[in-house]
């Protein structure tokens, strides 16, 4: 199959490289292989590529990638509830650096367990879908993990970002936040409003934590845990998914549940919650490259998406 594949660690730039003759991975008893139609990129991807979780990581060459969206081709003897034919979408790896898969998504086929994936609500792209499992699934257990409650008010650090563009809208229309604070820089207000955030914080010009209101709960994604323990009540918590923790903020990292996807599915059929893509997304197979390089600017709104894998 075409793959892209790095072989060592180091630069997505230096060390990703394109390969038509990799082999299709093969399927355990509790897997379903999947032809690929959509991958989406994340920060841990080019991360582990620069060899961080080296320690704890399978072993190389790997091919990257988390998300997918795509068609089950094949099913293990022991799956029960998917078949030949369904359109799923899912977060391959169950947790995001220990033992992740040699053979990720950034291919035509991969293989995952069938706990780790949920049927692809039918009103949203294999591109829209591939979009969400990782960031979606951190934004819903991070107000799991806090026990978010309707009434309570929020600020999220970075709502334009993958993972914040959709804690905006799990405060709004999951778990019924009475006010949704985030920062942004000011060409994002229009944007992170649209979403449901009421008050929006220009990063450029304000330090948010010196600003008077105080929140119940403070999303940090984008590791300013120091200033987040700043921003929240006396009784508030603070929930940060990467950097160094600040007590009593807790960090925490994000498992793959398919089950979590299912009950998030109905908010998405409506479409009461949205993928986000980058504006320059999708970018064919071909580009995946060029697609690293603009994540790793750190200036992508959304999430960045391969569409079609072929």
């Known amino acids: 199959m075409k793959a892209w594949v790095n072989e060592e660690y180091g630069a997505s730039g230096s060390v990703l490289k394109f390969q038509t003759d990799h082999s299709v991975p093969e399927i355990n008893d509790d897997q379903v292989l999947v032809k690929v139609q959509a991958a989406a990129l994340n920060p841990v991807d080019y991360k582990r590529m620069l060899g961080f979780f080296k320690g704890i990581d399978s072993a190389l060459p790997h091919v ?5 969206a795509g068609v089950v081709v094949k099913v293990g003897s022991k799956v029960t509830k998917l078949k030949e034919g369904d359109e799923v979408y899912g977060n391959v790896n169950e947790t995001p650096l220990k033992n992740c898969k040699r053979s990720g998504t ?14 692809k609500p039918k009103n949203l792209s294999f591109a829209e879908a591939a979009s969400l499992p990782l960031a979606l699934l951190t934004a819903y257990q991070g107000f ?7 009434g309570k ?29 985030t920062t942004c820089s000011a060409g994002k207000v229009e944007l992170v409003t649209s ?3 009421d008050v929006t914080i220009d990063y450029t010009k304000e330090q948010f934590e010196e600003l008077p209101e105080k929140y119940d709960m403070v999303f940090d994604t984008v590791g300013a845990c120091d200033k987040a323990v700043l921003a929240m009540k006396e009784d508030g918590k603070v929930v940060s998914i990467w950097g160094k923790v600040t007590a009593p903020g807790v960090s ?31 970018f064919p197979f071909s580009q995946t490259l060029e697609a690293f390089a603009h994540l790793e600017t750190g200036r992508a709104i959304g999430k960045v998406v391969i569409y079609p894998i072929a």
Do not use: C, M, R, W
């Not at 291919?107 to 367990?113: G, I, L, M, S």
């Not at 799991?144 to 309707?150: K, M, N, Q, S």
């Open 64 to 68: 990257p990638g988390y998300d997918v």
């Open 106 to 119: 950034l291919a035509e086929f991969t293989a995952v367990e069938e706990n780790l994936v949920a049927v």
């Open 144 to 150: 799991e993990l806090t026990e978010f409650t309707p």
């Open 153 to 181: 008010t929020v600020l999220i650090l970075g709502g334009a970002g993958g993972v914040g563009s959709l804690a905006i809208q799990l405060a709004k229309h999951v778990f019924g936040a009475s006010t949704i604070a």
């Open 195 to 197: 979403l449901g955030a």
């Open 252 to 282: 925490f990292l994000v498992t793959s549940k398919g089950s979590d996807l299912e009950k998030l599915n109905p908010y998405l059929e409506s479409g009461k919650v949205k993928a986000l893509l980058d504006p320059k997304s999708p």
